[in-house]
C-alpha cells in the first residue's frame, strides 16, 4: 500500500481550518483583519477602509481580529521576565552542590568509594547543567513573550 504524505498533511492542513473566522462577515471573498464589538462582526482591510473614509466607522473602533487564541502559558499568568532562570538556577544549585555532597557522603559509607563519588559528582554536575540550559531557554522564552506583549502598547488596533 503506497501513501502519500504531503497530500495527506495538506488535507489534514484545510480541514482545521477555521474558515468561519478567517473571512470577512460584510465580504466573504476577502479576509477578516478587523473585528467591529459595537456590531459584533470581522471585517476585512479594503472594506475597512471603505467605512473609516465614508466616516460610517472610527479608526479607533477596529480592533485587530483574531482567528485563533494561542495558549503558550502554564498557569495563564505573567511571570516575571526572569521567573525560570530563577527557578531553575536554585534547581542547579541544589543538584551539583547539595546533591552531590549528600551522594558524596553516601558513597564514604559504602565499599565501592571511587565509583560512587564519580557517579555522585557526574550525576549532579550532570543534572545541573541540564537545569541551567532548562532555564537559558526559559528565559529566551520568557522574553519573547514579553516583546510579543509590547505591541499592544503601540498597536492602536490591538
Known amino acids: 500500500m503506497k501513501e502519500d504524505g504531503c497530500a495527506a498533511a495538506v488535507y489534514a492542513f484545510h480541514a482545521n481550518l477555521p474558515l468561519r473566522r478567517m473571512h470577512s462577515d460584510l465580504e466573504p471573498t476577502f479576509a477578516a483583519c478587523y473585528h467591529l464589538e459595537k456590531y459584533n462582526m470581522q471585517i476585512s482591510r479594503p472594506v475597512a477602509q471603505v467605512l473609516v473614509a465614508a466616516g460610517v466607522l472610527e479608526e479607533s473602533e477596529l480592533r ?4 485563533r487564541e494561542w495558549q503558550f502559558g502554564h498557569d ?7 521567573h525560570g532562570i530563577i527557578e531553575h ?3 542547579t544549585f541544589s543538584s551539583m552542590f547539595i546533591d552531590t555532597a549528600e551522594d558524596l557522603k553516601r558513597a ?7 565509583i560512587g563519588t564519580l557517579e555522585g559528582v557526574t550525576n549532579g554536575f550532570g543534572l545541573g547543567i541540564g537545569h541551567l540550559t532548562i532555564g537559558c531557554l526559559s528565559l529566551y522564552g520568557e522574553m519573547t513573550n514579553a516583546l510579543n506583549r509590547i505591541t499592544s502598547l503601540y498597536d492602536p488596533y490591538r
Not at 564514604?108 to 571511587?114: L, M, Y
Open 64 to 67: 485587530r481580529h483574531v482567528t
Open 76 to 82: 495563564n499568568r505573567m511571570h516575571l521576565l526572569t
Open 108 to 114: 564514604a559509607s559504602n565499599d565501592n568509594v571511587a
Open 89 to 91: 538556577s536554585e534547581k
